[in-house]
């Protein structure tokens, strides 16, 4: 199996502020032959299902602020939050979808400070 | 918009079938694919299987010989059963969709349903 590792486990951020959450793969989820890195993060706020945000490393979800970028490559992989707002007080997961089983980082609790 | 909620029973003794049920509203089960992940108490997220609506499915290996999951497009609903359960298998279960382009992303997800294991 795919072992996903974030950083840090939890976060104190002030508004405004930005907010960075990284993710490392025990292997590369990068696929050559398109060119695309299996990786999604989610967001779980308290009482909610996740949320997926972003998809293939950098792709952001529908309706997702352009405040929530993620970046990353091959076995590392890293989600921003350019300016903390208080909405965003959350969960986020990484999640690698390169292999079965799918599997999940131990997820990272973003607060404010 | 489309939403998905589980049910089935909250409580189930060691040893017997953990049965659970997705129901889909808003939209077509139609050309997506559907899934189980569960979080057990303080612990992780852990995907245990898709399945697509034609009815082709993957599991998770760790779960493989425990669980089936199945699909009834004409009740727009999919299923879990998951058998011989232990107190291990205490969790929140969710269902979710993950679009026909790729079914490792979860796009959609219902609320979650806290099953406890015990006697």
């Known amino acids: 199996d795919i072992v996903m590792t974030q950083s840090p486990d939890s976060l104190a951020v002030s508004l405004g502020e930005r907010a960075t959450i990284n993710c490392k793969s025990s292997q590369s989820v990068f696929y050559s032959s398109n060119n695309k890195n299996y990786l999604a993060w989610y967001q779980r706020k308290p009482g909610q299902p996740p949320k997926v945000l972003i998809y293939?490393?950098?792709t952001r979800e529908s309706g997702v602020p352009d405040r929530f970028s993620g970046s990353g490559s091959g076995t590392d992989f890293t989600l921003t939050i350019s300016s903390l707002q208080a909405g965003d007080v959350a969960v986020y997961y990484c999640q690698q979808y390169y292999d079965t089983p799918y599997t999940f980082g131990q997820g990272t609790k973003l607060e404010i400070k | 918009q489309v939403q998905l909620q589980e049910s089935g029973p909250g409580l189930v003794k060691p040893s017997e079938t953990l049965s659970l049920t997705c129901t889909v509203s808003?939209?077509?089960?139609?050309?997506?694919?559907w899934c189980w992940i569960r979080q057990p108490p303080g612990k992780g997220l852990e995907w245990i299987a898709n399945i697509y609506y034609s009815g082709s499915t993957i599991y998770n290996p760790s779960l493989r010989s425990r669980v089936a999951i199945s699909v009834d497009t004409s009740k727009n609903l999919f299923s879990l059963k998951l058998t011989s359960v232990t107190a291990a298998d205490t969790a929140v279960y969710y269902c979710?969709?993950?679009?026909?382009?790729?079914?490792?992303?979860?796009?959609?997800w219902g609320q979650g349903t806290l099953v406890t294991v015990s006697s």
């Open positions: 293939w490393a950098s």
């Open positions: 979710a969709r993950a679009p026909q382009w790729q079914q490792g992303i979860f796009d959609y």
């Open positions: 808003g939209g077509s089960i139609s050309n997506y694919y």
